[in-house]
């Protein structure tokens, strides 16, 4: 019996220097259980994540389109809210180069309906006082063309008029000996009307 106790507190004395019961306290971050944070970090999407899928769940329903009976209509546009700029396509034509000539007007005012059809369109040319061209003097077929301008809108001449470099008058369209403008750097001022609305400043140019 003496013999047998001895040898059960031996064996208790071994195993405590070699298994201490603190070693699983002591132990390093590496070998350590996850902790909650690091789980929750994985599992969970980030708030992005979630709302990027849930718009792509659910989409927002597209808005009907205005029926034709409940589209508003505009008033005609005030003469004082529309700007009108007389453009040409250079500042300067050499020999053989003839101008072109265009229109730009802008709506500095609320949404409104303007005609700005050929027979509402002016062009003029002159040099000094004397006026050289202006298309009325041989227009064909003029038409009309009701637009709706919406609040600060620009528009401009879809394709440019075309300015053959001779004196107009009304009558004369089929002459072909129509005297040519003189040029040699000579001055010449483009001033338009549309609408019944002329533009604001004449625009220069020189003919070579």
């Known amino acids: 019996m003496l013999l047998s106790a001895l040898l059960l507190i031996v064996a208790v004395i071994v195993w405590l220097v070699v298994a201490p019961p603190w070693r699983g306290e002591a132990s390093t971050p590496s070998d350590a259980e996850p902790q909650v944070s690091d789980v929750a970090a994985t599992e969970l ?4 994540d979630a709302a ?3 718009t792509g769940a659910t989409p927002p329903a597209e808005s009907p389109e205005p029926a034709a009976s409940s589209t508003p209509t505009a008033e005609a546009c005030e003469a004082g809210d529309i ?3 007389a453009v040409t396509d250079a500042d300067t034509y050499g020999a053989g180069q003839n101008p072109g000539l265009s229109i730009k007007l802008t709506n500095n005012g609320p949404a409104c309906s303007l005609n700005v059809g050929t027979t509402t369109q002016v062009f003029a040319i002159t040099s000094g006082a004397d006026t050289w061209w202006r298309s009325t003097d041989c227009q064909s077929e003029p038409s009309d063309m009701i637009v709706l ?4 809108q620009s528009v401009s001449s879809s394709a ?3 300015w053959d470099r001779t004196r107009s008058a009304v009558g004369s369209c089929a002459d072909t000996n129509r005297p040519a403008a003189p040029a040699g750097g000579a001055s010449y001022h483009l001033s338009v009307s549309i609408g019944g609305i002329d533009s604001t400043q004449s625009k220069q140019f020189l003919l070579y």
């Open 45 to 48: 999407p980030s708030v992005t």
């Open 160 to 162: 440019p008029v075309t």
């Open 149 to 152: 301008l919406a609040a600060g």
């Open 52 to 54: 990027e899928e849930t």
């Open 83 to 85: 700007v009108v700029d």
